[in-house]
């Protein structure tokens, strides 16, 4: 049954990346609805060890998909709002893995000021473009993205293992593909023009970040 779930997964996601190639709206919305929720499907059938954090991480992902179809400020709000539930659930998922005794503490300060300098290069970039009221959510939203991905590679450096890399990598991918939402939402002369690297960098970054879990 896993594997069946895994299958609507590649094959959602095919249709879904080629929609967004060929700016078929109509598809893309179609086809957004299974990715994450076969996904979670996916995970509770294939895991040995569910982690009711990981479920609630995927399934509020999933909501924050629905709500990002519909155009509008208030619902990119709203998704961002969900979205921002779903990388607390992954932080939660993350720390209970982690042992911080193993953790030096520079490597932390590291991350801190690699990701925090990132968000800020990142909306400087974007001050310009976005609504007023929206900007500083943003900004901490992608903060969020980023103390999400802290954890995942604090994760990794205390398990050590190549699944652990997998799923910071996933992660990291999610924080770039964050980053490519808000350019193509709203910077107009940003070279991304289309969806198809926003679903790309998110629907391989939730699978590797799953596949690690497992």
Same mark, same amino acid.
């Given at each position: 049954?896993?594997?069946?779930?895994?299958?609507?997964?590649?094959?959602?996601?095919?249709?879904?990346?080629? $929609?967004?190639?060929?700016?078929?709206?109509?598809? *893309?919305?179609?086809?957004?609805? %299974?990715?994450?929720?076969?996904?979670? !499907?996916?995970?509770?059938?294939?895991?040995?060890?569910?982690?009711?954090?990981?479920?609630?991480?995927?399934?509020?992902?999933?909501?924050?998909?629905?709500?990002?179809?519909?155009?509008?400020?208030?619902?990119? !709000?709203?998704?961002?709002?969900?979205?921002?539930?779903?990388?607390?659930?992954?932080?939660?998922?993350?720390? *209970?893995?982690?042992?911080?005794?193993?953790?030096?503490?520079?490597?932390?300060?590291?991350?801190?000021?690699?990701?925090?300098?990132?968000?800020?290069?990142?909306?400087?970039?974007?001050?310009?473009?976005?609504?007023?009221?929206? %900007?500083?959510?943003?900004?901490?939203?992608?903060?969020?993205?980023? $103390?999400?991905?802290?954890?995942?590679?604090? *994760?990794?450096?205390?398990?050590?293992?190549?699944?652990?890399?997998?799923?910071?990598?996933? $992660?990291?991918?999610?924080?770039?593909?964050?980053? %490519?939402?808000?350019?193509? *939402?709203?910077?107009?002369?940003?070279?991304?023009?289309?969806?198809?690297?926003?679903?790309?960098?998110?629907?391989?970054?939730?699978?590797?970040?799953?596949?690690?879990?497992?």
């Amino acid at each position: 049954m896993k594997y069946i779930f895994l299958t609507v997964f590649l094959i959602s996601t095919a249709i879904h990346l080629y $929609a967004s190639k060929k700016e078929d709206t109509g598809l *893309r919305n179609k086809s957004k609805p %299974f990715i994450l929720l076969s996904l979670l !499907a996916f995970y509770v059938m294939a895991t040995e060890d569910m982690s009711v954090l990981i479920v609630f991480a995927l399934f509020f992902s999933w909501i924050g998909d629905l709500l990002l179809i519909h155009k509008g400020i208030k619902w990119f !709000a709203s998704g961002g709002t969900v979205f921002a539930i779903s990388h607390m659930f992954f932080i939660a998922g993350y720390t *209970r893995d982690i042992s911080f005794k193993k953790i030096p503490v520079i490597l932390i300060i590291l991350l801190f000021l690699i990701f925090t300098g990132t968000v800020v290069y990142i909306f400087s970039k974007l001050k310009s473009h976005l609504p007023k009221p929206l %900007f500083y959510p943003a900004f901490f939203y992608l903060l969020l993205n980023g $103390a999400m991905n802290c954890f995942a590679i604090l *994760r990794f450096a205390s398990m050590s293992t190549v699944a652990a890399v997998i799923t910071a990598l996933g $992660a990291i991918l999610f924080f770039v593909s964050d980053t %490519f939402q808000f350019f193509v *939402r709203f910077r107009r002369n940003s070279k991304l023009k289309t969806h198809f690297p926003i679903m790309l960098t998110y629907s391989v970054g939730e699978l590797l970040i799953v596949l690690g879990l497992l």
